[in-house]
């Protein structure tokens, strides 16, 4: 039986919200040359699909966090999913703002969040965990206890990692960069010298560059 992650995997790679080109690399906001990229969007077109993620999300979340709360979204990539999840626990959802809203209240966390509530954040991608975990010390900043975090794809950057563990986070994902490069290759969506290029992207993506022979 395959597990979770490679079906996610397959699925991902199927309609594109996973794009592999190391011989034509994206380029990110950062200024990063990637190989990858990743729209985890695309998934709310596919109803079966989201489904599957859906029960999935909740899934993790009951085996590894069961004293959850409450759910709180990452604005803007987690926001619907974070509510179809919350939807189907049955427990209070909130999303937090990357940046305070530039009128009204200039709430950082919308949706109503009681201090000492036990939350888990949900995530649709990691990268090198910034972002994630500016949402972590907001929700802390409410006076709540952050359990756990989960989010649809991890990129396992060793950064990421490092920072996680130092702000005492632990991080579930449903799928990540290793399965997903290991299922690419098995169903010949690469070749193994673009697989070989995706995992040395990985461990130093500032510095990569594509190379002639991939």
Known sequence: MKKPERILAEKLLQISAIKLQPQNPFVWGSGWNSP???DNRRILSYPDIRNYVKVEFARVILENFPEIE????????AIAFGAIV??????PYVYVRSTPKDHGLENLIEGNLKPGTKVVVLEDLVSTGGNSLKAVEVIRTYGCEVIGMTCLFNYQFPMAVKRFREADVTLVPLCNYST???VAEETNYISQSEADALREWREDPADWTPHNNI
Request: charged letters at 10%.
């Open 70 to 77: 409450a759910l709180a979204g990452v604005a803007t990539g």
């Open 86 to 91: 919350a939807d189907i626990l049955g427990i």
């Open 180 to 182: 997903m490069i290991e």
């Open 36 to 38: 990858i990229y990743n």
